[in-house]
């Protein structure tokens, strides 16, 4: 969408456009169903999506346009999530559920073993790699079951584009502490892509 | 650098060199590894592949007409607009 699409777009919210509103939930809802669940989880991430809307529609006319709409909007929701997440005293120490998955990967020499170096994947694009659904499914399911702070972390970085530094206000780990549970939620996930492309 | 980066340091610093998050040194150790073993340089461009896809699996999204219902909602409690 270009600056002028989203000025217009955002004057038509301000006007209370019915129609520009159905457009801003077609475009952003989902995305920002995946950032609360991320946050807070499946069992209330409905209701803060919905939340986030309701307070956008009050906001909208003192919207300043000093980030972008989509920007705005993911803003509200991660904190609307992060407030419900400390209601809900849903914290997870820092790494709980992480089992390193390569343990058996590397000799004593910390070379690659034999037999587990990375094996070439059949499909070699990711876009190739998502026309299967089942992978997809498989993915997304991975998603879900990481740990907390891991799925946060991947979500907000790698989906949304969020910054080491509004990451860590979210989670509250360092971000050094941030970029290691980065690593390993995308670890996880490609170990998922082996197991689909290569499997045993 | 006191000695050459193993594949185990390639695996766990993976995310940090394709983010550019490495220092200089680093940096250089690790494309200088990578240059040399096939199965880190495999490793590297799959780990990217997987960012690609995990960026992209963001941009995947339900029907218009569900999302439609789901604006509609939203509005019947904003009678103003």
């Given amino acids: ?200 | 650098m006191k000695h050459m980066l193993s594949c185990k340091d390639i695996h766990d610093r993976g995310s940090q060199f394709i983010d550019g998050n490495t220092g200089m040194l680093t940096k250089v150790g690790m494309l200088m590894h990578i240059l040399m073993c096939g199965n880190c340089r495999l490793f590297i461009r799959q780990l990217r592949q997987t960012v690609v896809l995990i960026k992209k699996m963001s941009e995947q999204s339900d029907s218009d007409q569900d999302l439609d219902a789901i604006a509609d909602k939203i509005l019947c409690k904003h009678k103003h607009l």
């Avoid at chain 1, 307070?55 to 920007?71: E, H, K, M, V």
């Avoid at chain 1, 020499?109 to 094996?119: C, E, F, L, V, Y």
């Avoid at chain 1, 990451?167 to 980065?182: A, K």
Wanted: glycine share 2%.
């Fill in chain 1, 1 to 200: 969408m270009t600056a002028t699409d989203e000025n217009s777009l955002i004057e038509k919210l301000q006007a209370g456009d019915r129609d520009a509103f159905r457009l801003v939930v077609r475009r952003y809802h989902t995305r920002l169903l995946f950032v609360a669940k991320s946050i807070i989880g499946e069992a209330f991430a409905e209701e803060i999506v919905q939340d986030t809307w309701e307070t956008a529609l009050t906001s909208i006319a003192d919207f300043q346009q000093r980030s972008t709409l989509q920007t705005w909007l993911t803003q509200i929701v991660i904190n609307k999530a992060k407030t419900r997440r400390l209601r809900e005293a849903r914290h997870s120490s820092l790494d709980v559920d992480w089992q390193h998955t390569d343990d058996n990967a590397f000799n004593s020499s910390n070379g690659w073993s034999t037999p587990a170096p990375p094996q070439p994947w059949h499909e070699d694009s990711p876009e190739a790699l998502l026309a299967s659904d089942e992978l997809r499914e498989r993915i997304f399911t991975k998603i879900e079951k990481l740990p907390d702070n891991q799925r946060i972390v991947m979500v907000l970085h790698d989906m949304e584009g969020l910054g080491f530094s509004e990451i860590c206000n979210i989670i509250e780990v360092s971000q050094s502490n941030s970029r290691v549970l980065l690593h390993r939620a995308r670890l996880a996930i490609k170990k998922v892509i082996d197991e689909h492309q290569n499997p045993l």
